[in-house]
């Protein structure tokens, strides 16, 4: 797991929401995994473009940092799920929230993305 280098800014709201949902794919794991997307192989699936390792790191962080838990089926090949625990699905709002600004400002952006892309 990735140790820190700097002691980590928790003394503020927006920091603390930022240690937890700071990394690229970790509002997308949430919000996969509250759609029943519950296997490594479904998460690897609906978020093609991240690596595995990206994704298992991810997984890890937000497991350990008590927004999900794994389960692990005694079966052959073992059989691993995750859901959200209380303190994960009160973090669902704000992934909520960045999804609504995310489709109502999404074309702005991918112009601005377009504009910058022309010009270098």
Not at 63 to 85: M, N, R, S, W
Request: one cysteine or more.
């Amino acid at each position: 797991m990735y140790k820190h280098k700097l002691e980590r800014p928790l003394t503020c709201g927006v920091g603390v929401t930022m240690e937890l949902l700071g990394g690229k794919w970790k509002p997308c794991l949430l919000h996969n995994i509250r759609q029943d997307l519950r296997r490594p192989s479904q998460l690897h699936r609906s978020n093609a473009t991240a690596t595995p390792r990206v994704l298992n790191q991810q997984l890890k962080e937000l497991e350990a940092d008590g927004l999900i838990y794994k389960v692990i089926h005694a079966v052959l090949p073992p059989k691993v799920e995750y859901f959200l625990t209380p303190f994960g699905e009160s973090l669902l709002a704000v992934v909520d929230a960045m999804q609504s600004w995310g489709e109502a400002h999404g074309d702005e952006f991918r112009a601005v993305v377009a504009r910058r892309l022309e010009q270098s």
